[in-house]
Structure formats: structure tokens, C-alpha cells
T-cell receptor, first 116, second 113 residues
């Protein structure tokens, strides 16, 4: 089974609107971390937001927030007030504590296009 | 604070050659991990080093190896290159190998001809 599933290969959003990128995960570990990264065409992976499995509050970083629903095993990324510079690939990833290392499992990504 | 630095950014090799990629983590970070990104396989974990010790290794052949130095800088080496090794190789660093945020460099794009 896939550890991370991103079901939206591509998404379009109007500039200044909000968009939600879906991510579901599969783990039997009680302790894990969830990440979102942005990858523009240049290739670098830009860290956006992190949520630990024991964090009770949803993580937020500026215009990014992570909608963490533990029982549903979902960790959706919400981008508010989209900007043209937000156009990129977005990857959801998970680290399991049991792995004992920074072994992230990545989803296949969602390509977001912001329309002016 | 400087980010994760990877060198070289781009390189072209031929089959059978070997290549060494370098990664300097964020100052104070002791964990360095490596990932391979290809269009077909996506992002895959190669290995991770913490305090000069390899903590975990992904499902890659022995041609892929790495090491970490006492200043936390890391290198990865691929010997006997194959066409399928063409990829973007990403290095990431974090303070701890078990928790917290993980920051990536810009990557080294390897093309094997």
C-alpha cells in the first residue's frame, strides 16, 4: 500500500483565491511527522510546513496551513490568497518514528497552476 | 543562516564512470539524508547520516554509497554509472534524525549518457 497518496495530479486556482491540496497517509506508527514541500521548476524542494502526530493544533506558516485529521489520516495543505509564484509541484511526505531516521515517504505530487 | 548547499548543480557523465556529489548542511544540523528524484520513480530515499554514522539506507544497489564528515558535510558516490541513474539528487538536513523539520538543497542534476 502507498504510504502517501495525493489524488490530484493537477489543480488550477484563480489568483487571490484559496486552494486545498489533498494528502492521505497510511501508517501503523503512533509517532510520525507530516511535511509539505513546494518544488518549482528550478528543482529545489522548499519546506512549507510540518505537523507532528501528537500536535493538537493544526500547523500554520503564513499563508500555508495544514488541515490535520488524524482519524481520517489526512493532512491537506491549504494555501490562502494564492499568488502567481505559488505555481509549482507540491509534495506531501511522511516520516515514521519507527524508521528511526529521516526516511521520508513522498507522494506523487500535485501540480498547482495559479491563473491570473 | 545559509541553507543546504549542494555541489555541483549540474553534471554530465557517461556510462561506467563514477560520480561524487557533495552536500553542506545548515549550520548546526547533524543529520544529512539523500534522495533520488526521477520522473518514473518519484522521490526515493537513498540513505541518512547522523554523527558520521549511516542510520538508514533505502533500497538501492551497493553502487550507491555515502559518508559524512566530522563537520557534518556529506558526500554520496555512485560507481559504474548506468543510464537509469540520471536523476535529480537532493540532499536534506535537520537538527535531529528522528524529529523536526527537514530542509532540502537545490539538488544536483546528473545526466548519464
Amino acid at each position: 500500500a502507498q504510504k502517501i497518496t495525493q489524488t490530484q495530479p493537477g489543480m488550477f486556482v484563480q489568483e487571490k483565491e484559496a486552494v486545498t491540496l489533498d494528502c492521505t497517509y497510511d501508517t501503523s506508527d503512533q509517532s510520525y511527522g507530516l511535511f509539505w514541500y513546494k518544488q518549482p521548476s528550478s528543482g529545489e524542494m522548499i519546506f512549507l510546513i510540518y505537523q507532528g502526530s501528537y500536535d493538537e493544533q493544526n500547523a500554520t506558516e503564513g499563508r500555508y496551513s495544514l488541515n490535520f485529521q488524524k482519524a481520517r489520516k489526512s493532512a491537506n495543505l491549504v494555501i490562502s490568497a494564492s499568488q502567481l509564484g505559488d505555481s509549482a509541484m507540491y509534495f506531501c511526505a511522511m516520516r515514521e518514528r519507527a524508521a528511526g531516521a529521516n526516511n521520508l515517504f513522498f507522494g506523487t505530487g500535485t501540480r498547482l497552476t495559479v491563473i491570473p | 543562516k545559509a541553507g543546504v548547499t549542494q555541489t555541483p548543480r549540474y553534471l554530465i557523465k557517461t556510462r561506467g564512470q563514477q560520480v561524487t556529489l557533495s552536500c553542506s548542511p545548515i549550520s548546526g544540523h547533524r543529520s544529512v539524508s539523500w534522495y533520488q528524484q526521477t520522473p518514473g520513480q518519484g522521490l526515493q530515499f537513498l540513505f541518512e547520516y547522523f554523527s558520521e554514522t549511516q542510520r538508514n539506507k533505502g533500497n538501492f544497489p551497493g553502487r550507491f554509497s555515502g559518508r559524512q564528515f566530522s563537520n557534518s558535510r556529506s558526500e554520496m558516490n555512485v560507481s559504474t554509472l548506468e543510464l537509469g541513474d540520471s536523476a535529480l539528487y537532493l540532499c536534506a538536513s535537520s537538527e535531529d534524525h528522528r524529529a523536526g523539520e527537514l530542509f532540502f538543497g537545490e539538488g544536483s542534476r546528473l545526466t548519464v549518457l
